[in-house]
């Protein structure tokens, strides 16, 4: 089956999110989820073992535990034969990518005159949440700030255009880009509650960089500033894709 738009997706323990992950990325008019799994206690493919069957998610175990893995489980997806998909979308668990007035798969067709568009971040804090609060990610946190206390964002790449990536931000060797400053956004669930960030400590940065819990207390006053609900509208047919 030929996809439009697929996502890739590098985990280790974070279980609890990846089923509303998916079910979100599916409003949006993602089709195919590559996931690669860097050493999980409980394997993702348990924890999707209906999407996988369904045949939505594919999951692949990525052992390699050295600095830079992350890329280089990016460029590993980008060479597979099975990636047969016009766009690839390269995030992580804690942002969700949608389009703002019409779905990310429109907001893609307005931009096929490039090999890769970013997507802005919007950077959301904890929300008073000091332990993992038991509704949806999307619904728990609603308090975000400027795009400028968030700077940067995340790639979607034709596949077959783009060949490896520099870094989880920005292909290589790409003079064919456009960075959308309108359209859609990454809300950026940075932190989300205190809990979660001293288990992010605990695990470690996917490119080998560690976590403190200096930067949770840091960006809390300018990632609270203000309430925004925009990715609510796309509530329901998340909750329709979690049965």
Known sequence: MKHYLSAFLMVKDENRYLREWVAFHRTQGFTKFFIYDNGSSIPASSTLSKEVTEGLVDVTIWNDTQTGRHVRAMNHCLSRNDLDSTWLSLI??????????????????????VNSVKVKWKGFGANGHDKVPQGLVIEEYQMCGDFEDLPGGKSTVKVGKIKAMRDPHNPKNNPSKRLLNSGAWINHYVTRSREDWMGKCKRGGGNGRPRKIDTFNRVQNKLNKYKDTDILKYLHETKLNLI
């Not at 992580?92 to 005159?113: A, C, M, P, Q, W």
């Open 92 to 113: 992580d668990t804690d942002e969700f990518i949608y389009g703002v007035d019409s779905k990310f798969i429109d907001v893609l067709r307005s931009n096929e005159d």
